[in-house]
């Protein structure tokens, strides 16, 4: 599964970059996200290596996300990995500055390895269904960004 979402977000990219990155403001855009848990790196200073969970409710069930930094290049790229007992997935998010208050966002999140169990899952899952989440995900960045 791939899904991909490009939108202009209108305030400069480093204003963006900030929301998007700091854990504090990711309930309000993620979509069913329940908590952020800091687990190494410095918190205030990223860096490539560094690991954190999301944790997320799918219908009154938690599951944990761990992520792990695999590129960082602010203001212009983040690519995390996160992992599940049930999947992998490759969140990329490229920010360019097309204006001086004006920033493309792309943002694109791969799966890249399931296990049986999410395999057959996914047989029932429309890709449309995830690709719209993956757009209400993103211009609800959009829309908190603008509004900050």
Known sequence: MNC????????PIQQVWDYANNPDNLKYWLNDFVRYEHLTGDIDAPKIGDTSNQVYDQNGKEFTLKEE????DPPHHVTLFMTHKWFDMNIVNDLEAIAPDKTKLIATADTVRTNLMM??????MSKSKMQTDHEKQIN??????EAA
Do not use: D, G, T
């Open 4 to 11: 991909h979402c490009e939108v202009i977000i209108n305030k």
């Open 69 to 72: 930094i695999i590129a960082y």
């Open 119 to 124: 395999k057959i899952m996914m047989l029932f």
């Open 140 to 145: 609800k960045l959009k829309e908190m960004v």
